[in-house]
């Protein structure tokens, strides 16, 4: 499904652009993603034929391509808890990159704005990251109406307004400091995310035990029926 999905959507050119916002030139995600279906696929026809025909070779395949997939994932997770500097440093970077690239791409605006709406963040580490985007750089150069401003979804909702008001951040960054908290959101992105998470453990925790346990399981069950199989057909051979 994951395959037919991705095929459609490059079919009608929904996501002929993600490449622009990941910034992995050369390389789609989507490819990433038609890989990830493919792998799905070839797992659930191994583990459902190779249980069906007691195929030990499949079970063994299917077993085997579990326990790599478990292991990466641990391996991935305690690397990442290892080395938080390098992994935050490559995500301001990387969010930084596309601040750059805010107005190049309309899939990439809509997925910035949507993180900043949705973590009450601006910026990468702060409002001021937006200078380094050429519309909203403070430069005394610069002739865009949006100078020394930021985009709309860095302002902070006035609950009695229906319409968006896309211009709300214009000029915000012109006035001093102190003014800007009842204005804008004044917390960047990269120290909300970070925010976020301790406030959800237990939910992150609960998916990735679940996740855990559901290729435990499937690992348990492989090797029941391999050993079962196993057996039987040591027992017709006397």
Not at 163 to 191: A, E, H
Request: hydrophobic letters at 45%; glycine letters at 6%; proline letters at 3%.
């Amino acid at each position: 499904m994951i395959f037919i999905v991705c095929w459609i959507c490059l079919r009608r050119g929904v996501l002929s652009d993600i490449t622009k916002v990941t910034r992995l030139h050369g390389f789609d995600p989507v490819v990433l993603v038609l890989i990830v279906g493919v792998v799905m696929f070839t797992l659930g026809f191994a583990g459902c034929v190779g249980a069906l025909r007691e195929n030990i070779c499949l079970l063994k395949f299917f077993c085997g391509t579990i326990v790599f997939i478990f292991l990466l994932e641990l391996t991935v997770a305690v690397l990442a808890f290892l080395f938080q500097d390098w992994v935050r440093e490559k995500f301001k970077e990387f969010f930084e990159i596309n601040i750059i690239s805010y107005r190049d791409d309309i899939d990439l605006q809509n997925l910035i704005d949507s993180l900043q709406k949705i973590n009450h963040c601006c910026g990468a580490q702060g409002p001021e990251d937006w200078d380094l985007n050429i519309y909203f750089n403070c430069s005394s150069e610069s002739k865009s109406r949006e100078k020394c401003g930021v985009p709309f979804s860095c302002c902070v909702p006035d609950p009695a307004q229906k319409v968006v008001n896309t211009q709300c951040g214009y000029d915000i960054r012109m006035q001093s400091k102190n003014k800007w908290d009842n204005l804008i959101f004044t917390k960047g992105c990269i120290p909300a995310l970070e925010a976020w998470l301790p406030r959800n453990i237990y939910i992150v925790a609960g998916v990735f035990i679940a996740i855990s346990l559901l290729q435990i399981f499937g690992i348990f069950l492989a090797r029941t029926l391999i050993s079962d199989i196993e057996a039987v057909k040591a027992g017709n051979n006397f």
